[in-house]
């Protein structure tokens, strides 16, 4: 709601721009017409200072280390809700009633079967190909195989893509796992949870009965809840983007995908867990400790620091108690949690860390209890993404049923060289 407005004075000419006021968080200041209005446009690579859209769906106080999906506080909903709650909340905007939980949940598991084609697709792949490569070509190609459901102007076949998604994604990291290893691919059991059928999808074998163990699927779905959405990061602007030109639903969740691998990104919880076995034992931390600072040493804390958050991650706070629980249930004493404990409190005592106002984030412990329930750092990221499918889709969801939706097209400040003549090859 705009009923403020600054004035930006260029060349001696007054413009005016509106201020618009959210539900919570800071103001913007409407820029859409300073171009139109001034031929001048802002500077701002990185999106540091630049709101890129209008959205209802998560709000993130990185000061105060809050972070609410619709309204809800993260700690709450890892708490007391399912991951299932949590993405029919996300989708619809209000928490499901019991009936709506198990309708939404009912209709997630008629989707979890892949076409059987794309068995075959898989073994195109090498097989020590890392399994978000597979991940990135997998979901890309499955809009080669649910041509119903690309359809972006038909609200209900953006429902059914949303559904494919969801439902499909944890078969597709199951078979990227499985082809790895040189296992036999498992077919979904609709009879599980969403958790419980990925766990036994993952690490059971048709020879055998799986019995899921309940305090690795609580703590697996937890995980999923914890990285659910996250406003408009890098992988979300670029599922963002890319849907802003009206293709597929699946070409723009494998774009995502394909943001979120970089180690900057998600691909920071399996840089976060090499690099505490890497330190190994508590000694070495200073030293680690001292690279990170150093400023003409690439080296940095995987795990720490966050553009948003400049205060603890709150999805730290959760994760850290359930690696604790984790590892107490399966009795499991890695000696790497002591490392991650010592590291974190050295860093948060350190003048430098302080400064920078850098905390742990999300992926500092995620990867000790992964690495609990057997799987391999390779398959963090693939975790990470399958979770974060549902804010994709809602978030891409959100943008093509705003009837004000453009194609994103920034612009830049050009710094190449000016026109000039081209000289033929004989003369240069
Ligand atoms: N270790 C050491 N120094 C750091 C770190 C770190 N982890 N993070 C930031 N800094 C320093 C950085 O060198 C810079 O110093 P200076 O001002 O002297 O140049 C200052 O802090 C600000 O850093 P920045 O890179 O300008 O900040 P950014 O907002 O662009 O980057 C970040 C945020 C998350 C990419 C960065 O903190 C980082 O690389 N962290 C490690 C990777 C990581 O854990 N990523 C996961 C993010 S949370 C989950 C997700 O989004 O996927």
Known sequence: MADKAVTLTIDNQAIELPIITGTVGPDVIDIRKLYAQSDRFTFDPGFTSTASCESQLTYIDGDQGVLLHRGYSIEQLSEESSFMEVSYLLLNGELPSKAELKDFSYTISRHTMLHEQLATFYRGFRRDAHPMAIM????????????????????QQRTIASHRLIAKMPTIAAMAYKYSVGQPFMYPDNSLSYTGNFLRMTFGVPAEHYEVNPVVEQALDRIFTLHADHEQNASTST??????????????IAAGIACLWGPAHGGANEAALNMLREIGTPDKIPHYIARAKDKNDPFRLMG?????????????????????????????KDPIFEVAMQLEEMALNDPYFIEKKLFPNVDFYSGIILSAIGFPTTMFTVLFALARTVGWVAQWNEMISDPGQKIGRPRQLYTGPAQRDYVPLSKR
């Not at 997998?138 to 649910?146: C, E, I, M, N, T």
């Not at 948003?308 to 984790?326: F, G, H, I, L, S």
């Open 304 to 332: 720490f620091g966050h553009r948003v958050y400049k205060n603890y991650d709150p999805r730290a706070t959760v994760m850290q108690k359930t690696v604790r629980e984790v590892l107490t249930a399966l009795n499991v």
């Open 136 to 155: 990135c070509g997998v979901v890309g190609a499955l809009s080669a195989f649910y041509h119903d459901s690309t359809d972006i102007s038909d609200p």
């Open 239 to 252: 599922v963002r983007l890319a849907g802003s030109s009206g293709a597929n639903p699946f070409a723009c």
